[in-house]
T-cell receptor
Framework: DAGVIQSPRHEVTEMGQEVTLRCKPI?????LFWYRQTMMRGLELLIYFNNNVPIDDSGMPEDRFSAKMPNASFSTLKIQPSEPRDSAVYFC?????????????FGPGTRLTVL | SQQGEEDPQALSIQEGENATMNCSYK?????LQWYRQNSGRGLVHLIL?????REKHSGRLRVTLDTSKKSSSLLITASRAADTASYFCAPNTDKLIFGTGTRLQVFP
């Protein structure tokens, strides 16, 4: 299996621009998670989906962030407009089971820099 | 928050030595998971221990769980330079909440 695939791996953009991060979970997995990692705050869960349905978005920092999962093999995390404080590494993870109790498989991450 | 808190924050050892990392959490859990992160990479799952288990082994890894003390430990025996990474515990209730990790450096 190819594992969780994320694109792009690196993104540099200017403040105010729209940023879209993409994730392809492992085939057959039923849950998908978006995390953000910074030195100051560590690894934070932003949102997760079960069977393509958003279950918990309490970690989404503000309305500038949105996430979608139109089908079982694709999810996006969008930031509009982006701000320098959004600079971080964003990880997507998936798991076979519904919910959050199972092993999660992480992608390589997208390193976002907002200038 | 049921966030796991790892201790120590950083650990440096020589190859061949054992490395012990501890984790404390605050609420009841379904299970507790340990993950490793190499620099610039995503997290890799190491081991999952359920709330009704006290000890679990996987290769050179040994994990213990004490639910009465709300604590867990990860022991890596006979460490290798390739074990250099950050290690995170993630107590699990309704979601995984990661701590800030222990940065392990293993010198050849």
């Amino acid at each position: 299996d190819a594992g969780v695939i994320q694109s792009p791996r690196h993104e540099v953009t200017e403040m105010g621009q729209e940023v879209t991060l993409r994730c392809k979970p492992i085939s057959g997995h039923n849950s998908l998670f978006w995390y953000r990692q910074t030195m100051m705050r560590g690894l934070e869960l932003l949102i997760y989906f079960n069977n393509n349905v958003p279950i918990d978005d309490s970690g989404m920092p503000e309305d500038r962030f949105s996430a979608k999962m139109p089908n079982a093999s694709f999810s996006t995390l969008k930031i509009q407009p982006s701000e320098p404080r959004d600079s971080a590494v964003y990880f997507c993870a998936s798991s076979y089971s519904l919910g959050t109790t199972d092993t999660q498989y992480f992608g390589p991450g997208t390193r976002l820099t907002v200038l | 928050s049921q966030q796991g808190e790892e201790d120590p924050q950083a650990l440096s050892i020589q190859e061949g030595e054992n490395a012990t990392m501890n984790c404390s959490y605050k609420t009841s859990i379904n299970n507790l998971q340990w993950y490793r992160q190499n620099s610039g990479r995503g997290l890799v799952h190491l081991i999952l221990i359920r709330s009704n288990e006290r000890e679990k082994h996987s290769g050179r890894l040994r994990v213990t769980l004490d639910t009465s003390k709300k604590s867990s430990s990860l022991l890596i025996t006979a460490s290798r330079a390739a074990d250099t990474a950050s290690y995170f515990c993630a107590p699990n209730t309704d979601k995984l909440i990661f701590g800030t990790g222990t940065r392990l450096q293993v010198f050849p």
